[in-house]
Nanobody, 122 residues
Framework: QVQLVESGGGLVQTGGSLRLSCAAH????????VAWFRQAPGKEREGVSC????????NYEDSVKGRFAISRDNAKNTVYLQMNSLKSEDTAVYYC???????????????WGQGTQVTVSS
């Protein structure tokens, strides 16, 4: 079955850390750029970070620069999002997508995960 599966979300206090994983099943994630998105209640979905298929480049939305780090392990068919110094405004459902993204994180996803909830409490 072809799918992307996110994991690693949860409840964390302000200033804490979480590492999200985006694992591909049924296809080779290494052929695709991957982007992380998030959507908070009542807000539009926004791009958070993206990484090329070979990890040659990555990019971040301004509010997460210096706090989040995207990486990938193509041998494990997985992309990660390390989130540090979490703030209440990071609370959202986080989604990963594999597809055709440029280094501005613009593009489209061919595969999408179901999302994982991240809740940051003060």
């Amino acid at each position: 079955q072809v799918q992307l599966v996110e994991s690693g979300g949860g409840l964390v206090q302000t200033g804490g850390s979480l590492r999200l994983s985006c694992a591909a099943h049924g296809f080779t994630l290494g052929y695709y750029a991957v982007a992380w998105f998030r959507q908070a209640p009542g807000k539009e979905r926004e791009g958070v970070s993206c990484i090329s298929s070979t990890a040659a480049w990555s990019n971040y939305e301004d509010s997460v620069k210096g706090r989040f780090a995207i990486s990938r392990d193509n041998a494990k068919n997985t992309v990660y999002l390390q989130m540090n110094s979490l703030k209440s405004e990071d609370t959202a459902v986080y989604y990963c997508a594999a597809g055709n993204f440029d280094n501005n994180c613009s593009g489209y996803g061919d595969y999408w995960g179901q999302g994982t909830q991240v809740t940051v409490s003060s």
